[in-house]
């Protein structure tokens, strides 16, 4: 009966942690916007390189 009594109040400390979502999310920052940006451009960069070259269609 003990145990159970522990798994609730762990179950309800996390739900407590967990309740609001504003800290659950923050911001990027700068850099990491610039790094996804720069990430998906060469990815794309690339795709459309290697379809031009190797034509598969």
């Given at each position: 009966?003990?145990?159970?009594?522990?798994?609730?109040?762990?179950?309800?400390?996390?739900?407590?942690?967990?309740?609001?979502?504003?800290?659950?999310?923050?911001?990027?920052?700068p850099?990491?916007?610039?790094?996804?940006?720069?990430?998906?451009?060469?990815?794309?960069?690339?795709?459309?390189?290697?379809?031009?070259?190797?034509k598969?269609?």
């Open positions: 009966m003990a145990e159970v009594k522990i798994r609730e109040a762990d179950q309800l400390a996390r739900q407590a942690q967990l309740a609001s979502p504003e800290e659950e999310w923050f911001e990027l920052q850099i990491e916007k610039k790094l996804i940006r720069y990430s998906l451009i060469l990815g794309i960069g690339l795709l459309l390189v290697f379809i031009f070259i190797f598969p269609f």
